[in-house]
């Protein structure tokens, strides 16, 4: 067995190789909020055929890798306006569109299935702690990481990514209760299309989520932190 790739953490993995999270995407292997733990020990958890999942991410890894750009060594300041730019971005509009779908899917189809005003109910709380958060990395954190060159750094960026890593938590969280509460975005047969959009949209915006959020977990948040204690 590959005890070197056992070795390594899951947000490594992905950071290395970002074609490598569609293995773990499909094994329901959490690379970005649980980034942190060894692939041994992910897989240990979620009792997985650990041989049959090294034999996937070794086809994976010798197919040639999609252009993209390596954000491992990228200036920091480029990832953070990718981040918005991409990502930010994606959810400014993805959001307003999701929250019209679930609240007109809980309204029509909540009275025969409660699970559906749960979900209305869970997206609107999603939502606005997610607008509460992009503000703060915006206006806060971002523009201090901008600035970790410049001599004049106001504060320490360790207690704003410790709040940003608590509240990729809790959104991690939510994800995986609505991914519950729609048995896996599952589309069933006599779903009106307005469920399906919802559906669709939402397995959409998990994928999203999870390749945000391990950007900013496994590669800017520890880059910065690192560059920050190297006093540059
Ligand atoms: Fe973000
Ligand atoms: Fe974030």
Known sequence: MNQQLLDQTVGQLVAEKPSRSRVFERWGIDYCCGGKRALAEACQSRKIDTEALL??????????ESPCVDWTTQPLGELCDHIVTVHHDYLRAALPRLSALTEKVGERHGPKDPRLVELSNLFAEFRSELESHMHKE???LFPAIKRLDSPTAPFSIDGPIRVMLMEHDSAGFDLA??????????????????HRAMLDGLSELELDMHEHIHKENNILFPRALASESAGH
């Open 138 to 140: 915006e206006v806060i």
């Open 55 to 64: 034999n996937e991410l070794l086809e994976s890894d010798s197919k040639p």
């Open 177 to 194: 209760k609505m991914r519950s509460l729609t048995d896996g975005f599952a589309i069933r047969d006599g779903c009106c299309n307005t």
